[in-house]
T-cell receptor, first 114, second 112 residues
Framework: NAGVTQTPKFQVLKTGQSMTLQCAQD?????MSWYRQDPGMGLRLIHY???????DQGEVPNGYNVSRSTTEDFPLRLLSAAPSQTSVYFC?????????????FGAGSRLTVL | QKEVEQDPGPLSVPEGAIVSLNCTYS??????FMWYRQYSRKGPELLMY????GNKEDGRFTAQVDKSSKYISLFIRDSQPSDSATYLC????????????FGPGTSLSVIP
């Protein structure tokens, strides 16, 4: 039981490049989400999904795209990287009932955009 | 005004001390209150979870919620060096599907 697995752990991009952060969970959780963590800002919700085929925007969705084709996977795409997207990205999942807001986090993906 | 405010610290205490961590919030719709602990370069992990007002105790940890003051606290008794981490308060609204809003976190160091 691996929990929530994120890849890559580290990535350096140039401005304008695109990339995909991968997130997979093996707990059969229906709810999955992406957060970014910046100093002094806490965790901010980018996008979330309540099940396969269903996604919605969070607080800071601009510049990011998601899809949910399976229960297990929830990739986050950066369409055209900008220095403002330099951050640590966390994927999180939870059961989609009473405990939907009790999140299990991955270890994070540290992204630098030059 | 941010929805959730938290003193970022850093907070440094001697081993064995009682630690008090606090958050204030502005949205009266919040019903679920959580504390997450985050070790350096790791993902946050759930520490405590409460619904509505009141206290909850788990070992050396006690969570308090005062909805009338929009104020939540986490107390750590007999603090240990292994408690050194960043503590994030988090809260969400009327249903468990509501998005979870995090405070910026308080960095705690427990000195042996």
């Amino acid at each position: 039981n691996a929990g929530v697995t994120q890849t890559p752990k580290f990535q350096v991009l140039k401005t304008g490049q695109s990339m995909t952060l991968q997130c997979a969970q093996d707990m059969n959780h229906e709810y999955m989400s992406w957060y970014r963590q910046d100093p002094g800002m806490g965790l901010r919700l980018i996008h979330y999904s309540v099940g396969a085929g269903i996604t919605d925007q969070g607080e800071v969705p601009n510049g990011y795209n998601v899809s949910r084709s399976t229960t297990e996977d929830f990739p986050l795409r950066l369409l055209s990287a900008a220095p403002s997207q330099t951050s640590v990205y966390f994927c999180a999942s939870s059961y989609s009932d009473v405990w939907a807001n009790v999140l299990t986090f991955g270890a994070g993906s540290r992204l630098t955009v030059l | 005004q941010k929805e959730v405010e938290q003193d970022p610290g850093p907070l440094s205490v001697p081993e064995g001390a009682i630690v008090s961590l606090n958050c204030t919030y502005s949205n009266s719709a919040f019903q679920y209150f959580m504390w997450y602990r985050q070790y350096s370069r790791k993902g946050p992990e759930l520490l405590m979870y409460t619904y509505s007002s009141g206290n909850k105790e788990d070992g050396r940890f006690t969570a308090q919620v005062d909805k009338s003051s929009k104020y939540i606290s986490l107390f750590i008794r007999d603090s240990q060096p292994s408690d050194s981490a960043t503590y994030l308060c988090a809260m969400s609204g009327q249903t468990s599907y509501d998005k979870v809003i995090f405070g910026p976190g308080t960095s705690l160091s427990v000195i042996p």
